[in-house]
């Protein structure tokens, strides 16, 4: 059972927005750090089976295993009703390796040389070449992911059991939807001077706001990460 109030409570343990910054922020960390060393391997030429690779990468934009495989998958592997699971296992996402993967292709290849004169490993390449020149690319990418995983309710819902790992969306959900969660702040709801409709109403726009927040700050990058990661010249 959810704590007591615990919408409100951002900075408690096992509270929905609690794991909501948990799933989102650490999720997209995670994501961030397989996707772009994965997709700066998959722009580099001299990478061996490069175009088997992008080739494997790109069918799981159009084919995946489904769901009742991928279910399996996680419960083998031990990831079902864990944090960790819901972290990790939606770490990649291979649409956002291929935007990254065409943003670094589109690095002059002069930079690159330089580095290398001045003996920069791989490594370095990525880290001080690669990544400043492409953060309208990365930021992109991390706001796909940041929006992607807050919104996210049904995989939560079919993977977790424990009702203190659960996300806002899916609490708001059985809240709103299904009527099921029984702490004293969803039960106040039914009791309130304002309509349901009212309240539930405001809680879905109070859930979207941190988005809200974000989104201004970095829409400037967003256009011109679409635009040059998007197109492939």
Same mark, same amino acid.
């Given at each position: ?14 509270s ?25 391997a998959?722009?580099?030429p001299?990478?061996?089976g ?10 799981t ?14 419960r083998?592997?031990?990831l ?40 920069a490993?791989?490594?370095? !390449? %990525? ?5 400043p020149?492409?953060?309208? *690319?990365? =930021?992109?990418? $991390?706001?796909?992911c940041i @929006? ?21 969306q ?18 106040? !709801? %039914?009791?309130?001077?304002?309509s349901?409709?009212?309240?539930? *109403?405001a =809680?879905m726009? $109070?859930s979207?706001?941190? @988005? ?13 990460g679409i635009?040059?990661?998007g197109?492939?010249?």
């Amino acid at each position: 059972m959810p704590p007591t109030n615990s919408f409100f409570r951002i900075g408690s343990s096992g509270s929905p927005t609690a794991n909501t910054f948990i799933y989102t922020f650490g999720g997209t960390a995670v994501s961030l750090a397989i996707m772009i060393p994965g997709a700066y391997a998959l722009s580099r030429p001299r990478l061996r089976g490069r175009k088997i690779l992008n080739l494997m990468v790109a069918f799981t934009l159009w084919f995946n295993a489904g769901m009742i495989p991928f279910f399996l998958n996680m419960r083998d592997l031990g990831l079902l009703d864990s944090r960790f699971g819901i972290i990790i296992g939606f770490a990649c996402n291979a649409f956002n390796v291929i935007l990254l993967r065409n943003f670094f292709e589109a690095v002059p290849k002069s930079f690159e040389e330089a580095a290398k004169m001045d003996g920069a490993s791989e490594f370095q !390449l %990525l880290w001080k070449v690669f990544i400043p020149l492409s953060k309208p *690319a990365i =930021i992109t990418v $991390a706001l796909f992911c940041i @929006v992607s995983r807050w919104n996210s309710y049904f995989w939560a819902m079919v993977l977790l059991r424990g009702e203190e790992k659960i996300p806002l969306q899916l609490y708001l959900k059985r809240i709103i939807v299904d009527l099921t969660a029984n702490d004293e702040f969803a039960s106040s !709801l %039914l009791t309130s001077r304002y309509s349901f409709e009212t309240v539930t *109403a405001a =809680i879905m726009i $109070a859930s979207i706001i941190p @988005v809200l927040l974000i989104y201004p700050s970095i829409q400037k990058y967003f256009n011109k990460g679409i635009t040059l990661g998007g197109v492939k010249e």
